[in-house]
């Protein structure tokens, strides 16, 4: 068995191969290579979205959300628990065909499960947000022994 790890700021590699007496690979990548992962970062912040008809009366707010840099959706409830029909989506990725590592940030439509608006940040930023008018986010890099990252973020209206 060889094993080796290295932690930087950003990952944690795990460089790992156990073979038989025959050199068959047991456990480990069968290439060689080394099982590459990100750190996770943490983002608490809030959004706003406005009824379809736009109408200002009709805003949720939603205060205290909480999400990671590994995908992680986060489904916009009102307070009596109903869906909003949008979850928040925020991903550390490297975009298609490029070795660029990007902060994305999407707005999900649930019925679909198609994002209907991102924004790109730099994958380090410790802030990202944006605003469409019928929706608003602000999310800043938080503290990661927080509120439990997977609950769900209440919406007031």
Do not use: C
Not at 116 to 135: E, M, T
């Amino acid at each position: 068995m060889r094993e080796a790890w290295r932690i930087s700021s950003s990952d944690f590699w795990i460089d790992r191969a156990t073979r038989d007496e025959d050199a068959h690979v047991l456990a480990g990548n069968p290439g060689g290579a080394p099982f590459k992962n990100r750190k996770v970062r943490y983002f608490s912040g809030w959004a706003a979205l406005k009824s379809a008809d736009g109408a200002p009366r009709d805003v949720a707010t939603s205060r205290g959300l909480r999400l990671h840099t590994e995908g992680q959706k986060v489904s916009l409830r009102r307070d009596d628990g109903t869906p909003t029909g949008y979850s928040l989506e925020l991903a550390q990725l490297t975009y298609e065909g490029t070795e660029t590592p990007m902060l994305k940030l999407g707005v999900v439509d649930d019925a679909t499960g198609k994002t209907v608006a991102s924004v790109w940040a730099k994958p380090d930023a410790d802030r990202i947000g944006l605003n469409l008018g019928w929706v608003q986010v602000g999310l800043t890099k938080s503290d990661p022994h927080g509120a439990s990252p997977g609950a769900e973020a209440s919406v007031a209206q």
